[in-house]
């Protein structure tokens, strides 16, 4: 299986607002709730941020939301800071009973 | 705190084999379902496989399928992969990873990653 398809970078200043697409298929984002997207800087293991869908996990900035329409899901940041500079990777549950990442997202901010 | 603490990552040559543990503290193990991702240098990352919290279910990923095998001991609250016939695409940092509740394919809690380098 193919890796979910991100734009490979992206880049806002302090206080933006935007957001990143992750695309799948039917057989994956498309039919199934359980999309979740990580933060990772560099050199340190991943941080949930959102999972099935629009949750947040307990600690994390209300500034991150979640959404899907059809076979893409998004992540949203509102108000970016610079801490929010690191790479965004989405995940899928799958028709395979498998899990397919996305191939990141590196976040700049300017 | 929750803890994973990964272990038995090495340099080994092309066609070797490798065990991974993965060592969990400050939750219910026993209750948890378990995955390992790995992400190859300067790369994303790569889900491996999974197993369900009484090893019932247990998946992976076409790349690895028939070669690694996952496994846990949760009596000793430990995750393994038994990593055989070694090639150099396998080369990753793998990490143990929590589900943040059984069928959720999300995950809360991740170790520091273990690394794995295939070479001759």
């Known amino acids: 299986q193919s890796a979910l398809t991100q734009p490979a970078s992206v880049s806002g200043s302090p206080g933006q607002s935007f957001t990143i697409s992750c695309t799948g298929t039917s057989s994956d984002v498309g039919a199934y709730n359980y999309v979740s997207w990580y933060q990772q800087h560099p050199g340190k293991a991943p941080k949930l941020m959102i999972y099935e869908v629009t949750n947040r996990p307990s600690g994390v900035s209300n500034r991150f939301s979640g959404s899907k329409s059809g076979n893409t899901a998004s992540l949203t940041i509102s108000g970016l800071q610079a801490e929010d500079e690191a790479d965004y990777y989405c995940?899928?549950?799958?028709?395979?009973?498998?899990?397919?990442f996305g191939g990141g997202t590196r976040l700049t901010v300017l | 705190e929750v803890q994973l603490v990964e272990s038995g990552g090495d340099l080994v040559r092309p066609g070797g084999s490798l065990r991974l543990s993965c060592a969990a503290s400050g939750f219910t193990f026993s209750s948890s379902g378990m995955s390992w991702v790995r992400q190859a240098p300067g790369k994303g990352l790569e889900w491996v496989s999974c197993i369900s919290s009484g090893s019932s279910y247990i998946y992976y990923a076409d790349s690895v399928k028939g070669r690694f095998t996952i496994s846990r001991d949760n009596a000793k609250h430990s995750l393994f992969l038994q990593m055989n016939s070694l090639r150099a695409e396998d080369t990753a940092v793998y990490y143990c990873a929590r589900e943040i509740y059984y069928d959720s394919s999300a995950y809360d809690y991740w170790g520091q990653g273990t690394l794995v380098s295939v070479s001759s």
């Open positions: 995940s899928s549950f799958t028709s395979s009973s498998t899990v397919l």
